[in-house]
């Protein structure tokens, strides 16, 4: 058995389509028949979402926080749970991410041609989006944006992360981390600041770690099997959704995610303009089949 982990809060209506495109996923692979998923159901969360967490229809476990964790220390105490459960692997998608119906035939095809010691992440993003639908290639990205973690890199490199002298102080942590790999700056180790502390930040730094120590990849493709869109979050300040009832809203976020410039109309942190919309063509011509360049 393996693990989907799904972090929950107040983002009802990106939810509800998240986990219908998981389902429309699952039905086209037989990799997805034996996942645990573990929803992370952040204090305050409410009630449309944990109506959709009860509608669920597979093996699932609920983590209920009683007092508001956070981001991190939500997803990070979670995946401690997660990775106790998982025999290899645990998938994670936060409820803004729609993963494409090729997604778990696609992970499938890199487990299938990667052993486990090889890679610290099996990615489903690029953020140029562009190229051949068949190739693969050796990076040290990490994006949380639907990502397959070794349970080996998460034991090795993540757990002693998720200790109270991060959670207390993130920036002095991270800088810690920075100065220790200082002589890899501006090659395999990416960061000299304090910026992108947050969990995906510490992440992305310890698959540079694990690719220096290791030489443990992130494997990542051309083209994304997942979407974005999450215009407002945690890090991004967005309208409101109109409409006076959830379904009312969800119509019109259904519309909203088809033009990567609406989504980018409805966020106000304009310092990101990364919305983009599945490559249909591509992926609907993808055969199955990868190659590593």
């Known amino acids: ?39 992370l159901i952040e204090y305050g969360s409410p009630e449309e979402t944990r109506q959709l967490l009860r ?17 991190s220390k939500n997803i990070l105490t979670g995946m401690r749970v997660a990775f106790e459960k998982a025999d290899d692997y645990v998938i994670y998608i936060e409820d803004d991410i729609l993963l494409h119906r090729t997604y778990f035939n ?3 095809e890199l487990l299938s041609m990667f052993d486990l010691n090889e890679f610290s992440v099996l990615s489903s993003y690029n953020s140029n989006d562009n190229g051949n639908v068949h ?82 990849y992130v494997v990542m493709p051309r083209v994304n099997r997942h979407m974005h869109i999450g215009f407002g979050g945690k890090n991004r300040k967005s309208k409101p959704l109109v ?34 919309i599945f490559c249909e063509e591509k992926l609907n011509n993808w055969d199955g089949s990868l190659y590593v360049k």
């Open 1 to 39: 058995m393996n693990v989907i982990l799904r972090p929950v809060f107040n983002r009802p209506e990106m939810l509800k389509l998240s986990l219908e495109y998981e389902e429309a996923a699952r039905k086209e692979s037989d990799l997805a028949d034996d996942f645990l998923t573990v929803f």
């Open 55 to 71: 509608d669920y229809p597979y093996n699932k476990l609920g983590i209920e926080r009683n007092t508001k964790h956070g981001l």
């Open 106 to 108: 696609y992970m499938k």
């Open 135 to 216: 190739e693969v290639y050796r990076g040290h990205h990490y994006a949380a944006l639907a990502p397959l973690i070794n349970k080996y890199f998460f034991k090795k490199y993540i757990k002693p992360c998720a200790i109270p002298a991060y959670f207390k102080n993130k920036s002095k942590f991270i800088l810690n981390m920075n100065d220790k790999y200082k002589m890899y700056w501006g090659g395999k180790y990416k960061y000299k600041n304090a910026q992108h502390n947050e969990q995906a930040g510490l992440l992305n730094r310890l698959v540079d770690i694990a690719l220096i120590e290791e030489d443990m």
């Open 243 to 276: 409409g006076k009832t959830f379904e009312e809203r969800l119509t019109n976020l259904r519309t909203i995610i088809k033009n990567p410039n609406s989504m980018y109309d409805m966020t106000l942190s304009k310092e990101y303009n990364d919305y983009k």
